[in-house]
């Protein structure tokens, strides 16, 4: 069975006025990286997941994890896509070199 690797990229703005917003945030935060996800840039995460219905799966996980208020977005792409994209300016983190299309790091 062939698989078309995806992106699936979570960008969020979320309000951190008060100290209850701020805990939302870094619950959100938290949990978003406990689902795989790794920052590309700040309030924009990035998770490789092996097809279209995997990616589905995790957008519909995300949804039981976001903060009632704010803007939380994801956008799914092809491997292709993601590795058509180009830096403008600054690199790529430590995290994305490492990682890679890869699903799975063994540390």
């Given at each position: 069975?062939k698989y078309k690797v995806m992106r699936l990229i979570c960008m969020?703005?979320?309000?951190?006025?008060?100290?209850?917003?701020?805990?939302?945030?870094?619950?959100?935060?938290?949990?978003?990286?406990?689902?795989?996800?790794?920052?590309?840039?700040?309030?924009?995460?990035?998770?490789?997941?092996?097809?279209?219905?995997?990616?589905?799966?995790?957008?519909?996980?995300?949804?039981?994890?976001?903060?009632?208020?704010?803007?939380?977005?994801?956008?799914?792409?092809?491997?292709?896509?993601?590795?058509?994209?180009?830096?403008?300016?600054?690199?790529?983190?430590?995290?994305?070199?490492?990682?890679?299309?890869?699903?799975?790091?063994?540390?």
């Amino acid at each position: 069975m062939k698989y078309k690797v995806m992106r699936l990229i979570c960008m969020f703005d979320l309000p951190t006025d008060t100290a209850k917003e701020k805990k939302a945030y870094r619950i959100f935060r938290k949990k978003l990286i406990q689902e795989g996800f790794v920052m590309m840039q700040y309030s924009v995460y990035v998770r490789v997941c092996l097809n279209r219905d995997y990616a589905k799966r995790i957008e519909k996980r995300l949804l039981k994890i976001v903060p009632p208020a704010g803007n939380v977005r994801t956008l799914m792409i092809t491997e292709k896509q993601y590795e058509d994209m180009k830096i403008m300016v600054g690199t790529k983190r430590a995290q994305e070199k490492a990682i890679g299309s890869e699903r799975m790091i063994i540390i």
